[in-house]
């Protein structure tokens, strides 16, 4: 036999008793497969028809989880662009680089979730805690987009307006802000379609918001009730997608150079 | 007025690039700076602004009267005298996403203060002395234009408006005809040329010839030491004898061009 023919049978293997092992693992049978889709399509029937009875009740936490994700965008982005400063090879000392990336890196690794655990476990429950997780939850993921943009700036032209005699703060204002103006844009409006479906899962934790009334309904049996509120949450995430595109193209055409 | 007193620069590694160079410059002078690629020429220029620290040596610049050591200044007081020298750079060097105005104003950052750069921004009366500074470029009918969307030549014309803004006491240009083409390049040199009687104006070029038809004086730089200063009527002996094998490439160069020019 070849020898790339014994490598991949021995692949073959060890990926069939990968498979084998993860199965034993977990329970996987498909007796629990089969009644479970019976079950399921049963459990489906009790989520029909929605209640729309309940759709005034659903106004008032659809509207906090759209100001949770608007307030958590905002904070968020802004704590973003410090951290993004702090962390680009540019204009940050090594040592301040090397803190902020590494924060950065860190939260990137926790999911949000672990954050709002913490927070309500701190600050209590409530939307609040939601906001300041969703706004630290940003730094991970637009703090590297940022310091990313930011050392892409052509170094000789922050040197140049330096050599005009301007400080760092200016060098900041003049240079680095309008070059990256379109990233900040961009990524800033991706981060809010981002925020809103994540302060649905964060409402199941207790941090208020449309997220709630699902976890709320299914706790009360109200299956019915409970699938108002998701076609709500299906509702808030598009319109988010759709406004965040509108305001996308509409600021980066104007931004466009003629 | 610009005096540089025996300026030496070593690496970390403790290899000399500049061995000891001096010169002075005047109002009147438009001087050329000539030399082999590694000479130090453009090292010479970073340290008359002071982006870089000499080793040893002094770089005495006139300001209002007083003379300072840029070789020896820093933080606020470097920021102080940088406002007072005009730098203009082969890559332009512009902040893209301004319009041509935005970036001329740049070049006043270093005099006015922090709180208002931020919160008030420039006043009328600098919008116009800005606009009076690309007039003397002729580009003033691009004021609005971004940058982005401008030409070589025309960036590094704004460049030298930024500079003029400045109202300098002495004005660098490093390579900044490098990446033109001819009748750019041309236009650039004429756009120096007349600044020289304000203030002296030290540029290094790599096309001998056009150095030597623009400026009035040539500072010939080879392994980090001054093999010439004099007149801008350089003989072919002493090209051969600054550039070596270089030679031949450049005069190749100037070939390719000249039909153009």
Known sequence: ?258 | MIEVKNITKSTKEGRQILKGISFKAKKGDFIGILGPSGAGKTLTMRCLNGLTKPTTGEILITIDNQVHDIAKNKGKELRQMRQKIGVVFQGFNLVKRLSVLENVMIGKLGQINQFRSLFKGFNNEEAQKAYEALEKVKIEKLAKRKVASLSGGEMQRVAIARAIFQEPVILLADEPIANLDPTNAKKIMKRLKPLSEEMPVIGVFHQPEIASKYCNRIIALKDGTVVYDGNSDISEDLLMDIYGDELQEIENQALVSAPLA
Do not use: H
Not at chain 1, 99 to 107: D, Y
Not at chain 1, 163 to 177: D, F, L, P
């Open chain 1, 1 to 258: 036999m070849k020898k790339t023919t014994i490598k991949r049978i021995a692949l073959l293997l060890v990926i069939a008793a990968l498979l084998y092992m993860s199965m034993l693992v977990c329970n996987v049978s498909l007796g629990a497969l089969s009644k479970g889709i019976v079950d399921g399509i049963a459990f489906l029937g009790e989520m029909f028809p929605p209640d729309f009875s309940a759709l005034p009740d659903m106004i008032y936490p659809a509207v906090e989880t759209i100001m949770i994700s608007f307030l958590a965008t905002f904070f968020g982005a802004l704590l973003s662009f410090f951290f993004a400063l702090a962390g680009a090879s540019n204009i940050s000392p090594m040592w301040l680089k090397s803190i902020s990336r590494f924060f950065m890196a860190t939260e990137r690794a926790l999911p949000e979730i672990i954050i709002i655990l913490l927070l309500v476990a701190a600050l209590g429950l409530g939307p609040f805690p939601g906001v300041i997780a969703l706004a630290i939850g940003c730094i991970g993921m637009l703090g590297r987009l940022f310091s990313d943009a930011i050392e892409e700036v052509n170094a000789k032209t922050i040197e140049s307006v330096q050599s005009a005699g301007a400080t760092k703060i200016q060098v900041i204002q003049y240079v680095i802000i309008p070059e990256i103006l379109p990233s900040l844009i961009s990524n800033t409006l991706f981060r809010f379609e981002v925020n809103t479906r994540l302060s649905v899962l964060l409402g199941a934790v207790g941090a208020g918001g449309i997220g709630y009334e699902i976890f709320y309904s299914f706790q009360l049996l109200e299956y019915e009730r409970a699938t108002t509120a998701i076609l709500v949450v299906l509702l808030l995430v598009f319109m988010s997608e759709r406004v965040s595109d509108y305001f996308r193209k509409k600021i980066l055409s104007n931004t466009k150079l003629k």
